[in-house]
């Protein structure tokens, strides 16, 4: 019997376990309230932290371990440039940047948390194996392709034209984890290139409104009464009492109508099965409908609660940059490079079904991730707050933002969120005056040692 160690594929690095045993060393810093430069101090729920991700990570973990159910971020790149995350290990290269900040990230994320990440081709390899070592391979949910820019940009001066971005998606715990979904009238509008259709039959019984979904008939041959036998049954339907209960093939059962199984064209066997089994039909009858066909028959169908929303794809189309509605924000003027759009924000965080998840992003920008969770509540009346963390980044004296008097990166997301506050405000104020657009700033001080 050999007795080497198992191998197995790992991404290892200089400075791995230095960065590891950062993430376990407590902070040294503290957070400061500023309340000159908060809004609605006394009742909002909103932070906006500034400070260094890494430290303020540390010190949130005292209050919102386990609490967060949407995790944004949108990490520099690894374009060659300064990095401005400098750590307190000896390498502060990207990948030990990342791998400390997402191991203090999981630990605010709830059991049924979500973190979406953007990410470009740099780093994107590195990036899904640091995720699968910090979160577990088992705890992928998806490969986001965003489609940013349809006509396309040229950056590196060879290949193709560069239309798409990447959002890597893992779950805290898949177990725990939900469907990713998307409100119908919503993807409808943004995404018409991808979602389509959806012209529902919609119903109501004694425990609300419904649609109409799919017949209970397997249309797969390969369900049949050889490989499914418990699924190969008959359901008898009363049309005066709209009573639905299960037997065997012509059972006589006075007063019902009989629905048997499909009859399986594939020359060997008698019958698709069912897609529900005799169990689930007599606990849930009331989430079926039985509904004449144009052959003077009947047919079964699902009732569909939910319709309101689909599946979300793993393709966003039609969203471009938030360049437009920023610049609009502040008057025509561009102070950001690049901001990601509240419409996607609000696909990924409302992908979540939880009007009142706390929702993070640690590597805010222009603070977009703020404007949608305001938007997302204005619509539906949710209770949803949000955590910003950034690192007050200098701007370029030469830059648009500076010459109108704003020195960093902070002053440039927290007068967006006033702005955009009070645009949301105003256009809610006699559906929503609940509706919380304040922030509590807090801004990190304290030892480097």
Not at 27 to 40: A, F, G, H, T, Y
Not at 270 to 293: C, G, N, Q
Not at 443 to 448: E, H, I, N, R
Request: aromatic share 10%.
């Amino acid at each position: 019997m050999s007795t080497e160690p198992l191998e197995k594929y790992e991404l290892t690095w200089p400075g791995k376990k230095a960065a590891a045993a950062e993430a376990d060393k407590l902070s040294q810093k503290i957070l400061i309230p500023c309340r000159e430069e908060s809004r609605e101090w006394d009742t909002t729920e909103n932070l906006y932290i500034e400070g260094e991700n890494l430290q303020v990570l540390k010190l949130l973990q005292d209050k919102y371990y386990g609490a967060v159910r949407v995790i944004y971020i949108d990490p520099p790149y690894n374009t060659g440039n300064d990095f401005i995350y400098h750590d307190d290990f000896a390498h502060s290269g990207w990948c030990s940047m990342m791998y400390v900040r997402l191991l203090l990230a999981r630990n605010l994320l709830a059991e049924d948390g979500v973190i979406f990440i953007s990410i470009d081709e740099n780093e994107q390899a590195n990036l899904k194996q640091i995720c699968n070592e910090v979160f577990g391979e088992e705890n992928y949910l998806n490969h986001f392709v965003w489609v940013s820019n349809m006509t396309g940009r040229q950056i590196s001066g060879h290949g193709a034209a560069k239309t798409w971005e990447s959002i890597f998606a893992y779950a805290k715990n898949i177990e725990h984890s939900p469907s990713l979904t998307v409100d119908v009238e919503f993807a409808k509008e943004k995404m018409p290139d991808v979602y389509k259709g959806f012209h529902k039959d919609i119903r109501t019984d004694a425990y609300g409104s419904f649609a109409v979904g799919d017949t209970l008939y397997n249309h797969n041959r390969k369900f049949n009464e050889e490989t499914r036998p418990t699924l190969v049954f008959s359901i008898f339907y009363n049309p005066e009492t709209g009573e639905i209960v299960t037997g065997d093939i012509g059972q006589a059962m006075p007063g019902f109508v009989e629905l048997p199984p499909h009859v399986n064209g594939d020359g060997v066997h008698k019958y698709h099965a069912w897609r529900w089994s005799r169990k689930k039909i007599a606990r849930e009858s009331r989430e079926l409908i039985v509904l004449p066909t144009s052959n003077g028959r009947y047919g079964i169908y699902t009732k569909i609660r939910n319709y309101r929303t689909t599946l979300l794809k793993d393709i966003i189309t039609n969203i471009p940059n938030g360049d437009s509605e920023l610049s609009k924000l502040f008057g025509g003027s561009k102070y950001f490079d690049y901001p990601k759009s509240t419409d996607l924000m609000k696909v990924l965080v409302g992908a979540v079904d939880d009007k009142e998840a706390l929702v993070l992003d640690f590597f805010s920008g222009s603070a977009t991730t703020a404007e949608a969770v305001m938007q997302m509540n204005a619509e539906d009346k949710g209770r949803r707050r949000f955590i910003m963390v950034q690192v007050p980044e200098v701007c370029d004296e030469k830059s648009e933002a500076y010459k109108a008097g704003y020195q960093n990166i902070c002053e440039i997301g927290k007068e967006r969120i006033r702005r955009a506050g009070d645009k949301i405000k105003a256009k809610y104020s006699g559906e929503n005056a609940a509706l919380d657009i304040g922030f509590k700033v807090l801004k990190l001080a304290g030892s480097d040692e």
